[in-house]
């Protein structure tokens, strides 16, 4: 109990601290740093490598892509996936050159909108290959608009591509894209808040002679409900066979037409013979009477058959097929 200070001697020790006369302990230095709010329902790091179907549905998204953007470009056009990555959606609209094209589109059922932007220098590269140009045009892009004949022509191409992204998806979620509007200021495209984060994906397209990206920009809320999909294998999925991919395929390939041609015969003559030929000469052919013939079919032999008429035209029966090797 000797240890216990009496009331005299706590206010003298107190009186003693507050003019500085007893030592204490120096006060921790303030370092000046900015102490900020975390949002623990932010995910933090890098979202797409949390999601190994992502990059599948990229890879299917690009396949779909070769085969709908030369037709609906009348141009030879290849197409790349450049970069995948998880920003915050104001450093995203920082990055978007002007001028470009904002297209909003939703994706039933997931929640809220998605965007699809098309860079200046591509939309013009679309517009010379729609029109029968090669893509190399030097006309100025800075403080222009785009006029409403090429605002039309990128409708077009959006939809293709929308049409392409929706059969991407088809095996992880089934989703139904709708264009809802073109933008090309991206204040008037803020699908999100500006501190929400999104996953961009970025399409590098390459024509015949000029390129321009094409970048696809999901938030990452609209995919969070069924983000477990995306985690998954691909195995695991069921998407290791790409039906959708093949039916597309087999579907725009009956449509071709092909050219068959027959070769009823071939002969060699020099050119004093070929010099002296005239009208009613008869030329030998190689093939004799009741041979089969070779049917080719874009110039490649396919089939034989035997020559003949049907309804008054000339026509030639199919005897055989022939086995590449």
Not at 168 to 191: C, G, H, L, N, Y
Not at 200 to 223: A, H, Q, R, W
Request: charged share 25%.
């Amino acid at each position: 109990m000797a240890n216990i200070l009496s009331q005299d001697e706590v206010d003298s020790l107190l009186e003693g601290i507050t003019e500085g006369k007893v030592p204490t302990e120096a006060a921790a230095p303030d370092s000046g740093e900015e102490v900020k709010v975390y949002d623990f329902s932010m995910p933090a790091g890098p979202v797409h490598l949390r999601l190994p179907a992502l990059r599948i549905i990229n890879e299917r998204f690009v396949g779909f892509l070769r085969t709908s953007l030369p037709i609906a470009s009348r141009a030879v056009i290849d197409v790349n996936l450049s970069s995948t990555e998880s920003v915050k959606f104001s450093e995203f609209c920082l990055s978007i050159p002007l001028p470009s094209n904002l297209n909003i589109f939703k994706m039933e059922p997931l929640r809220g909108f998605a965007l699809l932007v098309i860079e200046g220098p591509l939309v013009f590269s679309f517009v010379e290959s729609v029109f029968g140009g090669k893509g190399m045009s030097r006309a100025k892009l800075e403080g222009r608009g785009f006029t409403a004949i090429e605002t039309k022509i990128v409708e077009k191409i959006v939809k293709f591509v929308l049409n392409d992204l929706q059969q991407a998806w088809a095996d992880v979620q089934e989703v139904k894209t709708a264009f809802i509007r073109s933008e090309m200021d991206p204040q008037f495209a803020a699908i999100v808040n500006p501190a929400e984060l999104v996953i961009v994906n970025k399409f590098m397209i390459d024509l015949e002679s000029g390129s321009g990206s094409m970048t696809l920009c999901i938030p990452y809320s609209s995919i969070e409900p069924i983000k477990s999909r995306f985690q998954t294998s691909f195995r695991a999925q069921g998407l290791e066979t790409d039906q959708a991919w093949r039916k597309y395929i087999q579907k725009e390939i009956v449509k071709m037409t092909v050219e068959l041609s027959c070769i009823m015969g071939r002969a060699k003559v020099n050119g004093r013979e070929l010099l002296q030929m005239k009208v009613d000469d008869v030329i030998p052919l190689d093939q004799k009477i009741g041979d089969a013939i070779v049917i080719n079919v874009e110039g490649l032999p396919k089939f034989k058959g035997y020559p003949g008429s049907c309804k008054n035209k000339k026509a030639v029966k199919i005897s055989e097929i022939l086995r590449q090797e």
